[in-house]
């Protein structure tokens, strides 16, 4: 009912800057909270990011200062913006949100995009 496509990854050079964008589609009657997580090869998925319908955002403590969470929710799309990159951010980043849907009932439900790439060379 709800699918999110992430873009905007990609190489970059310690010190830059990426901002990534995860758009939702789909035939579902609105979307809650949105998130950014990582998991980089060898280490467990992990939170960055988090932002609720109402703009309220949560981060990571070890990325406060340089990562930066926003959504346009007219266009159901939550951006990341993240500055003064570092290789340890390294990682595939994936965009996860709540989306309710009506199917006979009303229905909740949590969804997960495909990943994007991020690679911070030294």
């Known amino acids: 009912q709800v699918h999110l496509v992430e873009s905007g990854g990609g190489l970059v050079q310690a010190g830059g800057s990426l901002r990534l964008s995860c758009a939702a589609s789909?035939?579902?009657?609105?979307?809650?909270?949105m998130r950014w997580y990582r998991q980089a090869p060898g280490k467990q998925r992990e939170l960055v990011a988090a932002i609720s319908d109402g703009g309220n955002t949560n981060y990571a403590d070890s990325l406060k200062g340089r990562f930066t969470i926003s959504r346009d929710t007219a266009k159901n799309t939550v951006y990341l913006q993240m500055n003064k990159l570092r290789p340890e951010d390294t990682a595939v980043y994936y965009c996860n949100a709540d989306g309710s849907y009506y199917s006979g009932g009303y229905y909740f439900d949590d969804y997960w995009g495909q990943g994007t790439q991020v690679t911070v060379s030294s």
């Open positions: 789909g035939s579902f009657l609105s979307i809650g909270g």
